[in-house]
């Protein structure tokens, strides 16, 4: 006797622009945490929750799978189960400067409706070489990190300015003060804006 089925699924979710100090730090489906802690590009996290939705029995079963990240660098390989399900012409796109998630074929639970599968990325990057990896306050950036980034170090969306424009000695005397003084910055970047608008912003 049929009493359900279980349902399984490989996903593929774009998550944002990326490189190599983009981050994976949260998974969560619906309102319930999955996951939290720290993936890099191309770690895993393996899900075994089979109580997750409740279990089999009185519920609708849980979650069993491979997590894997891709933050978006130049050089990431395409993904290894991608490549088993998604080629054209014989190849696998890497999406180089795209973040995201693939679940690689797992158990999803005894429901035919997906819940809202969701994500938290950062990104901290540290250009000035400053202490402690230009991390304040154990999440946010160094803003002279951030403002630099934006003169200089990000061809694809900065200013374009030369490091030889700048003062890099007090730039970056700057940046460990900022730190000293618990001084961080976090920001949501979810729509396009001007580059002068965000550097009034990390002001």
Known sequence: QVVGFKYYAGLQLGLCRGDANTRLRRFAVGEKEVWSGTLTDGQFVDINLPEFFGGDTNGNGGLIGRLRFHAGTTT???N????????VGGVT???TGTAYVVWEAGYIGNSNRIEAWSFDTDRIANPLGLTGGGVVNGTDMNPMNAAYELF?????????????DIDLVQWAATGETLASEGNGWSLLLEQTREGTDLLEEIQ
């Open 80 to 87: 290894a189960y991608l490549q088993t399900h998604q080629t």
């Open 152 to 164: 200089v170090a990000n061809t694809e969306w900065g200013f374009n300015y030369k490091s030889t």
């Open 76 to 78: 990431q390989a395409p």
């Open 93 to 95: 796109p890497r999406y």
